[in-house]
T-cell receptor, first 119, second 112 residues
Framework: SAVISQKPSRDICQRGTSLTIQCQVD?????MFWYRQQPGQSLTLIAT?????????ESGFVIDKFPISRPNLTFSTLTVSNMSPEDSSIYLC????????????????FGPGTRLTVL | DQQVKQNSPSLSVQEGRISILNCDYT??????FLWYKKYPAEGPTFLIS?????DKNEDGRFTVFLNKSAKHLSLHIVPSQPGDSAVYFC???????????FGTGTRLKVLA
């Protein structure tokens, strides 16, 4: 499996500001995703981060609120824009498929998460 | 519409006994199933998976059973250990996609 790191691990932000979360993988991966886990809830897919093109967003999530970048096969960022207390969640990066070699497109691996609190 | 359901929000088991975590799904097109364990303040850790063409997969103390006709899967942990105390999520995806849908989780507490 890949080693996935996220920065920051946690943050407390003021309403109306924006936060960018970074996800770094130690090997090239084909697919990267961003999830959200609100308090007491399940994991909800926000979007698929596509290398070199616009992310693919799930229903209920829009690019203006959650802009995503993926400049290469090992790195992605998620920005939470114009934050409100309802954005307080754990944000998780996940990956699927190690590129350039034998790969599995079945098992999905997660980063440690970023715990965001919006006041 | 919750396509993947974990109807038991919590479960307590004595150390050394079997823990059985259940998961139901509604979409007959789901073809792959995953189980994750999640500790507080950490990301989910992949545990075990099963393809829809199988009915059982075993890895050490963890066994997953799939009953396609009932659209039900279960995770068995034998013997349970205090370090197994965590929230367990099941996840599945429709055939032809890479997007997993997660259940709401079951909090397992293994009592020493």
């Amino acid at each position: 499996s890949a080693v996935i790191s996220q920065k920051p691990s946690r943050d407390i932000c003021q309403r109306g500001t924006s936060l960018t979360i970074q996800c770094q993988v130690d090997s090239q991966v084909t697919m990267m995703f961003w999830y959200r886990q609100q308090p007491g809830q399940s994991l909800t897919l926000i979007a698929t981060a596509n290398q070199g093109s616009e992310a693919t967003y799930e229903s209920g999530f829009v690019i203006d609120k959650f802009p995503i970048s993926r400049p290469n096969l090992t790195f992605s960022t998620l920005t939470v824009s114009n934050m409100s207390p309802e954005d307080s969640s754990i944000y998780l990066c996940s990956v699927l498929g190690l590129a350039g070699g034998p790969s599995s497109y079945n098992e999905q691996f997660f980063g440690p998460g970023t715990r965001l609190t919006v006041l | 519409d919750q396509q993947v359901k974990q109807n038991s929000p919590s479960l307590s088991v004595q150390e050394g006994r079997i823990s059985i975590l259940n998961c139901d799904y509604t979409n007959s097109m789901f073809d792959y199933f995953l189980w994750y364990k999640k500790y507080p303040a950490e990301g989910p850790t992949f545990l075990i998976s099963i393809s829809s063409i199988k009915d059982k997969n075993e890895d050490g103390r963890f066994t997953v059973f799939l009953n396609k006709s009932a659209k039900h899967l279960s995770l068995h942990i034998v013997p349970s250990q205090p370090g197994d105390s965590a929230v367990y999520f099941c996840a599945s995806r429709p055939s032809g996609t890479y997007k997993y849908i997660f259940g709401t989780g079951t909090r397992l507490k293994v009592l020493a």
